[in-house]
């Protein structure tokens, strides 16, 4: 690893990587610090009732936080998941410039229970994000949590962490889960257009999907496996209800990065929804081109280490649509080997393409 005058990390073969998605951990103790005392017991309350759901239920929550417990990867327990200088250290020792990083706490799961206080919570929750930050704004992209409760506090809050710089924001990937109407419905309206104004993309993390809770239950294996494969290919509902209820024709300028959902499949769903109406007469009037060119026009899809997706599906999927991430820390995680994958994964692969896929992308999407 070397750096450049301008400060930007550079792997051992001269080559600048992106992750668009990395996690970091922060504790409910640093949110209320952030937040008056009054609303504390709003917001202990609103949280505790979450937990105690998710550990009372055999959720798809509750699978995949304990699946990190039992298989954790070496990263898990590094100061790095916590602490932004030991992130940075990590970062250098991986090869890795810039990181865009998600919250492990999904606070918009809760805060929109709150009886008062909800907008000053959020604010205290995002102000964690900004410190942690704040000790390399350029290296360290914070994706600011929105959320869907209120929509004047959403773009109230969308307003407010662009006004501080922010880079990139994160919506739940599935609204209905936490009782509201999808993303087609005319509330959103005003938020719509606020997130274009700024430019920032929206983040949909994928991860937890209470749709697939009644499958956990019916999954006979020990490690609900079934449903764990099922949690990306489930991203195939959110994609389609932005692309074929006709949201992205009336709000052309959305970014949106759906994390980790993997690529392979997303060859196929784009044929499909095309073939829909080519072949198969589908008919929707709220569209002016092919289903796929609001995909390819307005979203982007990240993946850690898929090389057969690279090599046979990059043209289908789009190479301006992929992304590369570490997933730092989580089980599958490429730290601290991540030039090693990148090598073997992009091996034969032109280096322009590459280079999108690793670094360029990104770019352009976080206007890095």
Not at 295 to 305: G, H, L, P
Not at 313 to 325: H, K
């Amino acid at each position: 690893m070397t750096i450049t005058e301008s400060n930007i990390v550079l792997n051992r073969t001269g080559e600048r990587i992106i992750s668009a998605d990395s996690h970091v951990s922060i504790s409910q103790d640093q949110v209320k610090a952030n937040l008056d005392p009054k609303f504390h017991p709003d917001y202990d309350k609103a949280q505790q009732a979450f937990a105690a759901r998710v550990a009372a239920n055999m959720s798809s929550a509750k699978v995949n936080a304990d699946a990190m417990k039992r298989n954790p990867h070496a990263a898990f327990t590094r100061p790095g998941y916590h602490t932004a200088s030991d992130r940075l250290a990590d970062m250098d020792a991986d090869g890795v410039d810039i990181e865009v990083i998600y919250s492990e706490v999904s606070a918009f799961r809760y805060i929109g229970d709150m009886t008062r206080g909800a907008a000053e919570a959020t604010r205290a929750f995002n102000d964690v994000l900004s410190q942690f930050a704040s000790a390399d704004p350029r290296r360290l992209v914070v994706s600011y949590q929105i959320p869907i409760h209120d929509i004047d506090v959403a773009v109230a809050e969308v307003q407010r962490v662009a006004a501080m710089g922010a880079k990139s924001l994160q919506i739940p990937v599935f609204p209905t889960e936490l009782g509201q109407p999808d993303y087609f419905d005319d509330r959103y309206a005003p938020l719509w257009s606020a997130v274009q104004e700024t430019g920032l993309p929206m983040c949909c993390h994928i991860g937890i999907n209470t749709n697939l809770d009644e499958l956990t239950r019916r999954d006979p294996t020990p490690q609900k496996g079934i449903m764990v494969t099922m949690t990306a290919l489930s991203t195939a509902e959110a994609l389609g209800m932005w692309i074929l209820t006709g949201t992205l024709e009336k709000f052309p300028d959305l970014k949106l990065v759906f994390v980790e959902p993997g690529i392979g499949w997303i060859a196929y769903y784009l044929d499909l929804i095309d073939d829909m109406v080519v072949r198969q007469g589908y008919v929707y009037d709220n569209l002016t081109e092919l289903p796929s060119f609001y995909f390819r026009r307005n979203m982007w899809t990240t993946f850690i280490d898929e090389p057969r997706s690279i090599e046979a599906l990059r043209y289908d999927v789009g190479v301006d649509n992929i992304m590369w991430s570490t997933d730092f820390p989580h089980p599958v995680t490429s730290w601290p080997d991540s030039q090693d994958l990148i090598e073997r994964a992009f091996t034969g692969i032109p280096a322009d393409e590459k280079r999108k896929i690793v670094c360029d992308n990104a770019v352009r999407v976080w206007n890095l």
